[in-house]
């Protein structure tokens, strides 16, 4: 199976999301045993809340198992010295190229962790670096192409400029190619 490349709060989030399932699946457990104590008869037979209780411990069973798998994938990258090349948590502008006249300026941030993410509190979208489009940038140089797939569609894209988050920081403008 392909690896999951994390930095240090992506990895912390993998656990912070396995405490919250565990927090659940015991909330849901003492529900789960109050509805069948609570119930007339045998406790189990035509009780939809203990039914429900235990379709809810199922699901979060598969998410926790889910997330176990993901961690042993998981790998911490640090950050390079290299401040020439794209890296987790540069503010990345690239042109997504369609076509020979239609193009895109995007701007998003390389960020570290599983899963879908709209914006941080700047505004700015994040993109997974285990997204296509992260992967793709990840070790990059401004002015470079590069392509990702999505199914059989190719995008193309060219960085134009990126922002580390040290030059954030100190106040740095970004650099462009263009």
């Not at 789960?32 to 009780?47: C, I, L, P, T």
């Not at 076509?99 to 995007?106: F, I, R, T, W, Y």
């Not at 990126?162 to 920081?169: D, T, V």
């Amino acid at each position: 199976m392909e690896e999951i490349l994390v930095d240090e709060n992506g990895y912390k989030q993998f656990f912070e999301e396995l405490k919250r399932l565990e927090d659940l699946s015991r909330s849901n457990s003492a529900l789960g045993s109050e509805v069948y104590k609570d119930a007339v008869g045998d406790g189990w037979h035509d009780n939809f809340a203990f039914d429900e209780a235990n379709m809810q411990e199922r699901m979060i069973l598969g998410q926790l198992r889910e997330c176990y798998l993901k961690l042993e994938r998981a790998e911490i990258v640090e950050k390079h010295d290299d401040d020439t090349l794209v890296d987790v948590n540069d503010i990345v502008t690239v042109d997504m190229i369609f076509g020979p006249d239609d193009s895109e300026e995007l701007e998003f941030k390389l960020v570290g962790s599983v899963g879908a993410h709209t914006s941080d509190k700047s505004g700015i979208q994040e993109v997974s670096i285990n997204s296509p489009l992260g992967k793709s940038v990840y070790h990059k140089k401004v002015g470079e192409k590069a392509s990702y797939k999505v199914e059989s569609r190719v995008f193309n894209v060219e960085i134009i400029s990126k922002i580390s988050e040290k030059e954030l920081e100190s106040g740095i403008q970004r650099k462009k190619t263009r």
